[in-house]
């Protein structure tokens, strides 16, 4: 039955309304300015110059910190000053035990593979603090529990998920661009694709229960496999 569901469940779009799509639309676009403003202020730091933090992975978790604290509290201002609760961005008491659940199942799964190919304890900690609660949960509560409802309201299912989608990949050029110097419209059409994507993906995983836990989990497992 959970498989079956749709993608578009009534309890995810309840108490947002289509104004809080235009908002949304500013709110990514000073986000994806500010990306770029954070990657050119430590570029150096993340790529080790000029740091006596020689640890890839711990430069690597101190960047996420940096780069997703303020989004994510500019989110919650939001939300205090439109009147919503959090769930509206996809934390619901419904599927809650059960995505945390299957996240740590899932997480278990992946160290012990790490452990078993001769990772080193401190990296797999690293990385699974960066990957698991920062990257996955960030980019699950900014993309799929912020950003896309917001949107649908505002611009219907289909044009709003597909927008949506187009966002997550366009905010992951900046790495490209700053950080590896490649072409500026290069590097934003080859993220549109696997960002719509990725987003159809992690969106079918969210609306399997209606919350965000779940696809935070396997967003962050994916990009740690990766």
Not at 39 to 58: A, C, P, Q, R, V
Not at 133 to 155: A, D, K, M, N, T
Request: charge should be positive.
């Amino acid at each position: 039955m959970k498989l079956n569901k749709g993608i578009f469940p009534e309890e995810i779009f309840k108490d947002i309304k289509k104004k809080d799509g235009y908002i949304a639309i500013i709110f990514i676009i000073t986000y994806f300015l500010f990306s770029f403003i954070d990657f050119y202020l430590f570029k150096d730091f993340m790529l080790g110059i000029n740091t006596k933090i020689y640890s890839k992975e711990l430069r690597r978790l101190l960047s996420g910190i940096g780069f997703y604290i303020l989004p994510i509290i500019a989110i919650f201002i939001i939300l205090k000053l439109r009147n919503q609760k959090i769930s509206t961005i996809g934390f619901r008491q419904h599927g809650l035990r059960c995505s945390i659940i299957l996240g740590i199942i899932l997480v278990a799964i992946i160290s012990i593979g790490h452990i078993l190919n001769g990772k080193e304890l401190s990296s797999i900690i690293y990385n699974l603090i960066f990957f698991i609660c920062i990257l996955g949960f960030s980019e699950e509560i900014v993309f799929r529990g912020f950003l896309w409802p917001r949107l649908v309201v505002c611009f219907g299912k289909k044009y709003g998920t597909i927008l949506s989608g187009i966002f997550f990949g366009i905010m992951h050029a900046p790495v490209n661009i700053v950080l590896k110097e490649g072409s500026f419209l290069n590097s934003i059409f080859n993220e549109i694709g696997g960002g719509i994507v990725g987003s159809l993906l992690f969106i079918y995983i969210y609306t399997r229960n209606s919350n965000i836990v779940l696809p935070s989990f396997i967003h962050g497992a994916l990009d740690f496999i990766a």
